[in-house]
């Protein structure tokens, strides 16, 4: 009776053991998320700056987007802010456009990749069956060339 009981506890602090760490490692992939996003709308902001500044059309344009935040759940309303810059990015552009560019593309890349990490994470069954993402949203990926 006694092995009994004793396995029976091991196993639950086998278990809770297991559940906190997994809930930590999915809070640090949500941090991780946040400041991939945090970069991506910087880097989206200092492109719309850089056209906005070389090309003096694209001055509203960019300032529009500038003014756009690029929050989880609204990612949509950037994206269209977004897309009235689409002009000055095709063809020939200058070196300091295509180095902002650049940069949007690998903080997209940085973003995506956390998104997918946190998402494969929440979305296993032992995470949605024991709750452990809490209240915390399902990220969004930022699909959207930019």
Same mark, same amino acid.
Request: net charge neutral; glycine share 4%; with cysteine.
């Given at each position: 009776?006694? =092995?009994?009981?004793i396995?029976?506890?091991?196993? %639950?602090?086998?278990?809770? +053991?297991?559940?906190? +760490? !997994? #809930?930590?490692?999915?809070? !640090?992939?949500?941090?991780? =998320? /946040?400041?991939?996003?945090? @970069? &991506?709308e $910087? #880097?989206l902001?200092?492109?719309?700056? =850089?056209? $906005?500044?070389l090309e003096?059309? *694209? #001055?509203? @344009? +960019? #300032?529009?987007?500038?003014?756009?935040? &690029?929050?989880?759940? $609204?990612m949509?309303?950037?994206?269209?802010?977004?897309?009235?810059?689409?002009?000055?990015?095709? +063809?020939?552009?200058?070196p300091q456009i295509?180095?902002?560019?650049?940069?949007? /593309?690998l *903080?997209?890349?940085?973003?995506?990749e956390? %998104?997918?990490?946190?998402?494969?994470?929440?979305?296993a069954?032992? %995470?949605? =069956?024991?709750? &452990?993402?809490? !209240? $915390?949203? &399902?990220?969004?990926?930022?699909?959207k060339?930019?």
């Amino acid at each position: 009776m006694n =092995v009994l009981i004793i396995a029976c506890l091991a196993a %639950v602090i086998l278990i809770a +053991g297991w559940a906190y +760490g !997994t #809930a930590q490692r999915l809070h !640090t992939l949500h941090i991780r =998320v /946040d400041s991939t996003l945090a @970069a &991506l709308e $910087a #880097a989206l902001d200092r492109r719309a700056a =850089v056209i $906005a500044a070389l090309e003096p059309a *694209a #001055a509203a @344009a +960019g #300032a529009r987007a500038e003014s756009v935040p &690029l929050v989880h759940g $609204a990612m949509g309303k950037r994206w269209e802010a977004e897309a009235e810059l689409a002009p000055w990015l095709k +063809g020939e552009v200058c070196p300091q456009i295509a180095s902002a560019q650049v940069r949007v /593309d690998l *903080a997209r890349r940085f973003y995506n990749e956390a %998104v997918a990490d946190a998402r494969a994470l929440h979305l296993a069954w032992p %995470v949605r =069956v024991l709750r &452990l993402a809490g !209240t $915390a949203p &399902l990220p969004e990926f930022a699909d959207k060339e930019v």
